[in-house]
Nanobody
Framework: QVQLVESGGGLVQAGGSLRLSCAAP????????MGWYRQAPGKTRELVAI???????HYPDSVKGRFTISRDNAKNTVYLQMNSLKPEDTAVYYC?????????WGRGTQVTVSS
């Protein structure tokens, strides 16, 4: 059973910052594109950021310029630095790993941004 373990969520005021972390097994991390998704109540899960195995990143317009995804291949960990947070960023954030064979999900971490 592959396990992705997220950490770093919490409550922050609008304009503040948080950094999420996700640790993945070394057996999949190096060859996987790693991503962060989020799901707000009553909404579908949406992509927040993705980084390929060679470090190419992609962000939707909603977070571009505010969020930064990075990976540490030595620690098998992917990070999401979130700055200038807005109340609409409130959601459960999920880590995702995709090695072109299977997709793996973490259990999620709650991020709440107060106005």
């Amino acid at each position: 059973q592959v396990q992705l373990v997220e950490s770093g969520g919490g409550l922050v005021q609008a304009g503040g910052s948080l950094r999420l972390s996700c640790a993945a097994p070394g057996t999949i991390f190096g060859r996987s594109a790693m991503g962060w998704y989020r799901q707000a109540p009553g909404k579908t899960r949406e992509l927040v950021a993705i980084i390929t195995s060679v470090g190419i990143t992609h962000y939707p317009d909603s977070v571009k310029g505010r969020f930064t995804i990075s990976r540490d291949n030595a620690k098998n960990t992917v990070y999401l630095q979130m700055n200038s947070l807005k109340p609409e960023d409130t959601a459960v954030y999920y880590c995702n790993a995709n090695d072109d064979v299977r997709t793996y999900w973490g259990r999620g971490t709650q991020v709440t941004v107060s106005s």
